[in-house]
Nanobody, 116 residues
Framework: QVQLVESGGGLVQPGGSLRLSCVAS????????MKWYRQAPGKERELVAA????????NYADSVKGRFTISRDNLRNTVYLQMNSLKPEDTAVYYC?????????WGQGTQVTVSF
């Protein structure tokens, strides 16, 4: 069982930056793929960034490549999403996800709003 708690969301102007954090509790953090998803009002949840288990590769949605960076600190059981050059279309609830062997765990989500 893995519990996930996100933080770091908020209101930011276009062009600004935010860093989301997700702290995981439970066993075997390093063995889980860690991902960030987002869901905007009226839209389906979409995968934003993924980090394979410790030491593995990272992947990004085309819409965020070059602007967002996913990283993980396996000693602190934490995954981060650094978001730069934010755009209004990045506005959404961002969810942390841990996955192993097809079993998914989700955080409660954190709101990111990009607006003047």
């Amino acid at each position: 069982q893995v519990q996930l708690v996100e933080s770091g969301g908020g209101l930011v102007q276009p062009g600004g930056s935010l860093r989301l954090s997700c702290v995981a509790s439970g066993a075997s953090f390093g063995l889980h793929a860690m991902k960030w998803y987002r869901q905007a009002p009226g839209k389906e949840r979409e995968l934003v960034a993924a980090s394979a288990r410790a030491g593995g590769s990272t992947n990004y949605a085309d819409s965020v490549k070059g602007r967002f960076t996913i990283s993980r600190d396996n000693l602190r059981n934490t995954v981060y999403l650094q978001m730069n050059s934010l755009k209004p279309e990045d506005t959404a609830v961002y969810y942390c996800n841990a996955e192993r062997y097809g079993i998914n765990y989700w955080g409660q989500g954190t709101q990111v709003t990009v607006s003047f």
